[in-house]
């Protein structure tokens, strides 16, 4: 069975750091492109990053420069690193997988971690 | 950047409907790579649709995908109470992923 587990949330003031991160089970994260996404207070879904399979990484406009993906192989767990936090961070972060290799879409959630930007 | 827009942004039906949501992109999607989700308050979405018309593992037949290039539909036939909740859409053919506003489908 595969389970993506997401911990690492909390409050956190304007221009501070967090880490995120997404234990995984059932499956390897060096074979899958590993996401984050993330959703704001009643509203929609926004992807976040991707690291490959190969390492190569992608991220959303509105964080490049700002927050890095990374995974630690030997502990088959993915990061977020994020830093210079602003408000509209703000959001529930859920790490995300395909079943599938080399495929983008999302069949394996974990259950999310809440990040609050706030002073 | 690929933008996904969904409508309607509500749709209201009774149970035994058939619901039609729509997914339109602002550039044909790359190899049929368009997917969908539901999603539950106070839950993580749930693939349902994958490669367009690709039903996940144990999602009920009554869930349809279809369409290409830029206009794509999700058609749900017998609504049932079950499937009141918002859907999205989603396109992966490009290095930056991109996930429509949703849509939510209320009794």
């Known amino acids: 069975e595969v389970q993506l587990v997401d911990s690492g949330g909390g409050l956190v003031q304007p221009g501070g750091s967090l880490r995120l991160s997404c234990a995984v089970s059932g499956l390897t994260v060096s074979t899958k492109y590993m996401n984050w996404v993330r959703q704001a207070p009643g509203q929609g879904l926004e992807w976040v990053a991707v690291i490959y399979g190969g390492g190569g990484t992608y991220y959303t406009d509105s964080v490049k420069g700002r927050f890095i993906i990374s995974r630690d192989i030997s502990k088959n767990t993915v990061y977020l690193q994020m830093n210079s936090l602003r408000p509209e961070d703000t959001a529930v972060y859920y790490c995300?997988?395909?079943?599938?290799?080399?495929?983008?879409?999302?069949?394996?959630w974990g259950q999310g971690t809440l990040v609050t930007v706030s002073s | 950047e690929i933008v996904l827009t969904q409508s309607p942004g509500t749709l209201s039906l009774s149970p035994g409907e058939r619901a039609t949501l729509s997914c339109r992109a602002s550039q044909s999607v790359s190899s049929s790579f368009l997917a969908w989700y539901q999603q539950k308050p106070g839950q993580a979405p749930r693939l349902l649709i994958s490669g367009i018309s690709n039903r996940a593992t144990g999602i009920s037949d009554r869930f349809t995908g279809s369409g290409s290039e830029t206009d794509f539909t999700l058609t749900i036939n017998r609504v049932e109470p079950d499937d009141f909740a918002v859907y999205y859409c989603q396109q992966y053919g490009t290095s930056v992923y991109t996930f429509g506003q949703g849509t939510k489908l209320e009794i």
């Open positions: 995300a997988t395909s079943d599938q290799s080399y495929r983008g879409y999302f069949a394996y």
